[in-house]
């Protein structure tokens, strides 16, 4: 009675979340915080996971953990690892996945966990050996994470590429996609000024389960002139009928939209989406069994009379809503995280589905963590909100 009690209460409190437009976001305040991992001495920011469900029916989450003094992303950080027994209750504490060369780059980062074809655990990942050369790394399981198989490079060529946590896609076919934003070199100086941060999208593919790795024919680049940002931080989803809808952050004020039909080989003009938005990642994920898309993203734009709080910046707040098609009928923005006065930046989330609830991993860094990518919140919200 009570679990029906919850339900009806959640239920009541979403439908009037969806009623309202962007500029009246009511606090879901229920959506419990399961985990938080704020930084420490010699652990200045814990940030970017992505979940997978292992064979016993435990949860794994690996996220960066990073190590030092510094929360650059340039800075030295390493893979741990933490398993829930529960649905994401409650978490086991941190062993560490050792990544080969962790120790001679730069920085490990920007995890994501995929099941593939033959049943292994893939482990995808950053290996930042310099300000010109950023390329992902896959490793496999075979035994639900306890060990791990020796690399394979999934970009052969030399080139700064980003790509976010909890972004590898496996689609219907059991092709691997790879969305990752190519940032080319303007001077040959070790530092992030040599870097043209104008994206072009570009995706890599895999169809032998990940073991070998090519770059698509096509690749997407902003239209416009007026833009220091082009296409960043891309990501992409499965639509039915196998079209695949991607997307990329911007600096014009919305995510911007490209498809492919053909599995990710070729790309349409990237055009503005549905989805207003500062220079901020989106996520997107199905629900299982469903059509039915769950979007996460900051919706407010950085206009130049909004007055922005020094640690959240335009990341805040952090809403999510439900659609199941570009162009189709999606509900109105509601609220996750970011209600009065608090000033934090929300972004880089992991989506993770179980049998009867949401898992969602996000940066939430504030004041007292000095930047808004130091600290890692975990919410968990009952699956029955989004049936």
């Known amino acids: ?67 030092g003094e510094s929360f650059s992303d340039a800075a030295k950080a390493r893979l741990a690892a933490r398993t829930s027994a529960d649905g994401g209750d409650t978490w086991s504490s941190d062993t560490w996945i050792v990544t080969p060369e962790e120790n001679d780059v730069m920085n490990v980062m920007s995890v994501s966990l995929v099941r593939l074809g033959n049943g292994d655990i893939g482990l995808f990942y950053l290996l930042r050996r310099s300000w010109h050369d950023m390329r992902m790394w896959c490793r496999r399981s075979m035994d639900e994470g306890l060990t791990w198989s020796s690399p394979v490079r999934c970009m052969s060529a030399e080139g700064y590429y980003v790509v976010n946590n909890d972004r590898v896609a496996r689609l219907a076919s059991g092709r691997l996609v790879i969305p990752a934003a ?156 970011g209600l009065g006065d608090v000033d934090e930046g929300y972004c880089y989330a992991a989506i993770h589905f179980t049998s009867d609830a949401v898992l969602l991993a996000y940066c939430a860094g504030g004041e007292q963590d000095k930047n808004r990518l130091a600290k890692l919140r975990m919410r968990k919200l009952p699956l029955a909100l989004f049936r």
């Open 1 to 67: 009675m009570k679990h029906s009690l919850l339900l009806w209460a959640w239920s009541l409190m979403f439908m009037s979340c969806s009623a309202l437009g962007a500029t009246a976001f009511p606090a879901i305040i229920n959506a419990p915080v399961v985990m938080e991992l704020a930084p420490g001495p010699g652990n200045p920011r814990n940030s970017e996971g992505s979940f997978i469900e292992l064979k016993d029916g435990k949860i794994l989450f690996v996220y960066s953990r990073f190590i």
């Open 182 to 337: 190519l940032h080319r070199s303007l001077a040959d100086r070790n530092e992030s000024s040599a870097v043209d941060w104008r994206g072009l999208a570009e995706f890599f593919l895999s169809d032998d389960d990940g073991r070998t790795w090519r770059k698509a024919k096509g690749y997407g680049s902003l239209p416009v002139a007026h833009t220091r940002s082009g296409l960043q931080e891309p990501g992409v989803i499965e639509l039915p009928g196998g079209v695949l809808w991607a997307w990329a952050r911007t600096d014009l004020g919305r995510q911007y939209e490209m498809f492919s039909h053909d599995g990710g080989e070729t790309w349409s003009v990237p055009a503005p989406s549905r989805f207003t938005s500062p220079n901020s990642p989106l996520s997107m994920k199905r629900l299982p069994g469903s059509e039915r898309i769950l979007a996460l993203w900051n919706p407010g734009p950085a206009y130049e009379t909004r007055a922005l709080k020094p640690i959240g910046g335009d990341r805040t707040p952090l809403v999510f809503a439900l659609g199941t098609t570009p162009v189709g009928t999606w509900s109105k923005a509601s609220l996750l995280d």
